[in-house]
């Protein structure tokens, strides 16, 4: 099976500009999570989707938002992008009701540059 | 490559030896723990995991331990090789929130 994809995996924006980053799980997962990680704060909880609900939010600001299709694929937005907003964007999928059902397995990221 | 991290702890150990790599967990609540691996420039990569009513699992060359009593895990690492050399994070979670906690990270290097 295809591993989870990300696109794009590099990009370069600007103050208060905006940016959807997408990812693609393992067929079969319905799970997707977000997460931010920066040299900083390290690996942090963005939020989770499953059948196209978001079932949970970690703790950052409106400006960060989501979103799952009916093919379980998402999609996750930032508006007025900060120079904080630097960062890799990684994606996980699980496979909820199937084996290993709370395992995530991570996509490669996408490397968010902020100027 | 990229760093994950600019000031994790470091562990540095020879070809061959063994490895051991600690965490401390922070939610009491938490049942279920995994360890990844991730690679300069690649997303974290599963190794092992381990519910909270085991103490130990065991898989090629990995060894997972799980002291409930302090909330600390660690992950042992047999015959380590120069391939192993990466950024190690422990993760937690409570069953059913697929919201997981990491650690900070270690980095694992490999000395020939």
């Known amino acids: 099976k295809a591993g989870v994809t990300q696109t794009p995996r590099y990009l370069i924006k600007t103050r208060g500009q905006q940016v959807t980053l997408s990812c693609s799980p393992i067929?079969?997962?319905?799970?997707v999570s977000w997460y931010q990680q920066t040299p900083g704060q390290g690996l942090q909880f963005l939020f989770e989707y499953f059948s196209e609900t978001q079932r949970n939010k970690g703790n950052f600001p409106g400006r960060f938002s989501g979103r799952q299709f009916s093919n379980s694929r998402s999609e996750m937005n930032v508006s007025t992008l900060e120079l904080g907003d630097s960062a890799l964007y990684l994606c996980?999928?699980?496979?909820?009701?199937?084996?290993?059902?709370?395992?995530?397995?991570f996509g490669p990221g996408t490397r968010l540059l902020v100027l | 490559g990229e760093s994950v991290g600019l000031h994790l702890p470091t562990l540095s150990v020879q070809e061959g030896d063994n490895s051991i790599i600690n965490c401390a967990y922070s939610n009491s609540a938490s049942d279920y723990f995994i360890w990844y691996k991730q690679e300069s420039g690649k997303g974290p990569q599963f190794i092992i995991d381990i519910r909270s009513n085991m103490d130990k699992r065991q898989g090629q060359r990995v060894t997972v331990l799980l002291n409930k009593t302090v909330k600390h895990l660690s992950l042992q690492i047999a015959a380590t090789q120069p391939g192993d050399s990466a950024v190690y994070f422990c993760a937690e979670a409570s069953s059913g929130t697929y919201k997981y906690i990491f650690g900070t990270g270690t980095r694992l290097k490999v000395l020939a």
């Open positions: 996980a999928s699980t496979n909820v009701g199937g084996p290993r059902q709370e395992t995530q397995y």
């Open positions: 067929s079969g997962h319905r799970s």
